[in-house]
């Protein structure tokens, strides 16, 4: 069944084809999983913020790094990443060590994946 969502930013229409019964499942199973026929822009759009991808990189463009730039702005610390497949995006939790991971400490910071760019969070 087609699924169509406008982007709250620029009101662009955006339909996809999904299975009608994969919508009853959410809420009770991560996005990625209910639709692994989707990518992550379609399951950000559709199911997360109903922003598109275009006005995505205009709201987070200017912050957004290549992982070489977060190696070298992480390269004074001695850190263990974990990465983490989340609804509609990967993030990597950066801890000091990986026994700071193993005592469930908090991190120093997360670092958020989107198309291969990168934005960082500290705290």
Same mark, same amino acid.
């Given at each position: 069944?087609?699924?169509?969502?406008?982007?709250?930013e620029?009101n662009?229409?955006?339909?996809?084809?999904v299975?009608k019964?994969? $919508?009853? %499942? !959410?809420?009770? &199973?991560?996005?990625?999983?209910i639709?692994?026929y #989707? /990518?992550?822009?379609?399951?950000?759009?559709?199911?997360i913020?109903?922003i598109?991808?275009?006005?995505?990189?205009?709201?987070?463009g200017?912050?957004?790094?290549?992982?070489?730039?977060?190696?070298?702005e992480l390269?004074f610390?001695?850190i263990d $990443?974990? %990465? !983490?497949l989340? &609804?509609g995006?990967?993030?990597?939790?950066?801890f #000091? /060590?990986y026994d700071?991971?193993?005592?469930?400490?908090?991190?120093?910071?997360?670092i958020?994946?989107?198309?291969n760019?990168?934005?960082?969070h500290?705290?």
């Amino acid at each position: 069944m087609k699924h169509i969502v406008n982007c709250i930013e620029c009101n662009s229409t955006h339909s996809i084809n999904v299975n009608k019964n994969d $919508l009853n %499942k !959410i809420g009770k &199973e991560k996005l990625v999983n209910i639709f692994p026929y #989707l /990518n992550y822009d379609e399951i950000e759009l559709h199911f997360i913020s109903q922003i598109c991808k275009k006005c995505w990189k205009k709201i987070i463009g200017e912050k957004m790094m290549t992982w070489k730039e977060v190696k070298e702005e992480l390269k004074f610390y001695y850190i263990d $990443l974990v %990465k !983490i497949l989340d &609804e509609g995006y990967s993030r990597y939790n950066v801890f #000091l /060590n990986y026994d700071s991971y193993l005592k469930n400490e908090t991190t120093i910071a997360t670092i958020y994946e989107f198309e291969n760019e990168y934005e960082i969070h500290y705290g």
